[in-house]
């Protein structure tokens, strides 16, 4: 009758009881602050630290689903990550509201940095007055928190409000208590200048600068950008780190793209040139024992005015990986051979 679970017998029942005991030499779990924690990098003059890789969450809502963003985050975290950017154009909002029930559920709102690009919402488009104060508070609704830790200014998306209304519209954000600190998208070098210029009468300072950039991609910011930034000590958080993911090294050859936008970015990629600097970071990799996307990561880490990369990413995997990208330090060589190879 106890094989049925009827009823069970005393020596049964003690050896129910041992296999569920914890065996004496099982791992012993690890308390505290999670691995990485301590290793943080001013994000210029905003007053905040964070991990020197940021977590993008432009996946979320569309490829990724709550249940794996969750994952993804948590990993990311026990990694010792601290900082999310996100955009109320990413899925129409829907990444926002993904990452603010993530920092709900763990109760982490304080102790993670939240970066969100505004401008591009279909409700509420553009840098205008009106638009701006709709964005900011949409976002805040989603991501269930009263304030923005750093709120980038999508300039691309609006090239008719001017640079004065925007910021004095940010100023009464900042001022409010709902934005701490200010970022740029797609501004060139004269609307920086324009911007400090703008902040010496009283204006809030834009302290953080997302710009496309890698090694692949260097044209966007070397220069006018990069000198203006150094000037200004802004602290760059480049986008775009993987090229679309073609650094990354998982695709390298047109045969296995499929007919996609992702598709077509990367296949932009896949010439000699591209072909070159993967090898060279395959090499660099093969030395340090880090995957290739890792190398990818520490190139841009070792470049002087970048404070952290934004990088997306769509599997735990994708985290494990590239976290490896803070703590790969290329010598003078592996940079040298690297420029070579992307020329």
Do not use: C
Request: zero cysteines; charged letters at 20%.
């Amino acid at each position: 009758m106890g094989f049925f679970g009827v009823g069970t017998s005393a020596p049964a029942e003690r050896a129910e009881l041992a296999s569920d005991a914890v065996h004496p030499s099982a791992p012993i779990p690890v308390q505290g602050a999670p691995l990485g924690a301590g290793i943080r990098v001013p994000l210029g003059e905003t007053g905040l630290e964070v991990f020197p890789l940021i977590l993008g969450a432009a996946e979320f809502g569309w490829h990724v689903d709550s249940g794996a963003a969750h994952a993804i985050l948590d990993v990311y975290r026990s990694r010792g990550g601290n900082a999310i950017h996100t955009s109320d154009g990413y899925s129409a909002g829907r990444s926002e509201h993904i990452v603010g029930q993530w920092m709900q559920t763990r109760g982490v709102r304080d102790e993670t940095v939240v970066a969100v690009r505004v401008g591009t919402h279909m409700d509420h488009p553009g840098l205008g007055s009106v638009n701006l104060i709709r964005s900011v508070e949409a976002s805040l609704t989603r991501l269930q928190t009263d304030r923005i830790d750093v709120l980038y200014l999508d300039a691309a998306a609006d090239s008719v409000t001017a640079l004065e209304d925007t910021l004095a519209t940010a100023e009464w954000l900042v001022e409010a208590g709902k934005v701490r600190a200010l970022g740029g998208h797609g501004h060139t070098a004269a609307q920086l200048v324009e911007a400090r210029i703008l902040a010496s009468a009283g204006y809030p300072r834009i302290t953080v600068l997302d710009v496309p950039y890698n090694v692949l991609r260097r044209d966007e910011f070397d220069g006018d950008l990069k000198l203006v930034a150094g000037a200004q000590g802004i602290a760059v958080t480049p986008s775009q780190a993987l090229e679309h993911g073609y650094l990354a090294g998982a695709h390298r050859s047109r045969a296995g793209v499929a007919l996609s936008v992702r598709g077509t970015q990367l296949a932009a990629a896949m010439n000699r040139r591209g072909t070159r600097t993967l090898r060279a970071l395959d090499k660099v990799g093969a030395e340090l024992s880090v995957p290739t996307a890792a190398v990818a990561i520490a190139w841009l880490l070792a470049q002087r005015a970048v404070a952290a990369p934004i990088v997306n990413a769509y599997a735990v995997s994708h985290i494990e990986e590239l976290v490896q990208g803070v703590g790969a330090r290329l010598s003078r060589a592996h940079l040298a051979d690297i420029a070579r190879a992307a020329q």
